[in-house]
């Protein structure tokens, strides 16, 4: 019963998209194990283009289920949006979603607004999609689950709780707050946009194991990389909840898990989006970020972009249990001229495995030399001019891990596999 776990070696927004699209032909479920509204996977293929926030990157096999599980938090809106969007564009879904999983509510993402705005200059860089919000209800005991959206009386009760308990926080906090939705009215409006998938809530532990003892292949999908982990990464400029591949199992509905493969994705260069460090930040950014469109897929905010960093990757893959590395985007470094690869810190963090936040770091580089081939249709490591297959060698020799599949360019085509 093979399974596949795909996960970021980095801060998120490495490619994780196109590495489950490319392997999702092959799976039987495509499953999404942790997060929400707030991710943005770039798929491309022959259906088109598509940026998907809640669904998984593997939809468009459609022989496999979809499955968002129970350690997702479910904007029911949204989805709901995002469904007609792909199946209009002639798609076939067959989703189930968690009874387990917790609801995000509107009111959750004003929440999350009215707390980075309170914050200023001190924001955490949210995306505002009020995952944070939902998950912090859940950890309190007041969170909405998904399964009660098919018991309309218990969740009326349960609105009615929660509503009793986070609005008089909400106003003496937030000055501007307004909400005049009654229990009854925000229950009522939860049913109305859930309608379109409420049909395929389950318990969907059970299709899992179904398909786990037919000798199905699952494929397993997180959002954001080993750098925004609640416990490991750069706190507190982290996502909120986990997005290591251990976890997989857990939010997927499967907590016995045990992956046949882990996959760490990782871009040829760094970027990172939202609030934090990025060690390696070039100094100009500009003309490479809009060479590589590197702005985020849910705000569309420009990410920082930099060199590759060897320790942080390293660390990120280390984190997630990799056992190969995906490495992404290697189309973008043809003609960088100032080509080097971060191989360690100055300071105490040289040698230190935690992930490094406490100081201002100083990277060590180490260059190489560059490559001016256009290697979009290069279908084989060794179709590669010498220069990119050395960084990529360089880039191995560093993670100790082996990197198998190369991707040059968006399209599912254009992969190369070790």
């Known amino acids: 019963m093979p399974s596949i776990v795909v996960v970021g070696a980095n801060w998120g927004d490495e490619g994780k998209g196109r590495i489950v699209d490319y392997l999702a032909g092959d799976a039987s479920a495509s499953i999404r194990f942790q997060g929400g509204n707030n991710a943005g996977h770039t798929v491309v293929n022959r259906f088109g283009s598509y940026k998907l926030h809640q669904l998984p990157s593997g939809i468009f096999n459609s022989d496999s289920i979809a499955v968002l599980g129970p350690g997702m938090v479910i904007s029911p809106g949204p989805l709901a949006a995002e469904l007609t969007a792909v199946t209009e564009a002639g798609l076939n879904i067959q989703l189930v979603v968690s009874d387990r999983a917790t609801l995000c509510l509107p009111l959750h993402a004003l929440e999350d607004s009215l707390e980075e705005e309170r914050l200023g200059a001190r924001a955490y860089g949210s995306t505002r999609q009020g995952i944070a919000p939902a998950y912090g209800d859940r950890v309190m005991k007041k969170g909405i689950m998904v399964g009660w959206l098919n018991e309309p009386k218990v969740l009326l009760e349960r609105i009615r709780f929660l509503l009793e308990w986070k609005l008089p926080q909400m106003r003496a906090l937030y000055s501007e707050f307004q909400f005049k939705q009654t229990a009854e009215q925000l229950t009522a409006e939860l049913l109305e946009l859930s309608a379109p998938w409420q049909t395929s809530i389950c318990n969907v532990t059970e299709p899992l194991q179904s398909l786990q003892q037919q ?187 082996p990197i198998k599949m190369i991707s040059v360019g968006p399209e599912r085509e254009q992969m190369i596999i070790r």
Not at 271 to 285: H, K, Y
Not at 288 to 305: I, L, N, S
Not at 349 to 374: F, G, M, R, S
Request: hydrophobic letters at 35%; charged letters at 20%.
């Open 215 to 401: 000798g199905k292949t699952l494929l397993f999908e997180a959002q954001l990389g080993a750098g925004r982990d609640l416990l490991y990464g750069e706190y507190p400029w982290t996502t909120s909840s986990h997005v290591t591949a251990a976890y997989a199992g857990i939010g997927s509905g499967l907590p016995a898990l045990r992956p046949d493969r882990i996959i760490a994705v990782a871009k040829a260069f760094s970027s990172s989006v939202g609030t934090g460090t990025l060690p390696t930040a070039m100094d100009q950014q500009q003309s490479f970020r809009e060479q590589t469109k590197e702005y985020g897929a849910v705000t569309g905010r420009p990410r920082d972009v930099g060199y590759f960093d060897a320790v942080a990757t390293r660390n990120g893959a280390e984190l997630q249990a990799a056992t190969e590395i995906a490495l992404t985007k290697l189309d973008c470094l043809s003609g960088m001229q100032d080509l080097k690869i971060c191989v360690a810190y100055e300071g105490h963090h040289k040698d230190n495995a935690i992930w490094p936040q406490t100081e201002t770091l100083k990277p060590v580089y180490e260059h190489l030399d560059c490559w001016y081939e256009d290697i979009t249709d290069c279908r084989t490591f060794m179709s590669l001019p010498k220069a990119a297959q050395n960084y990529v060698l360089r880039i191995e020799a560093l993670m100790n891990i």
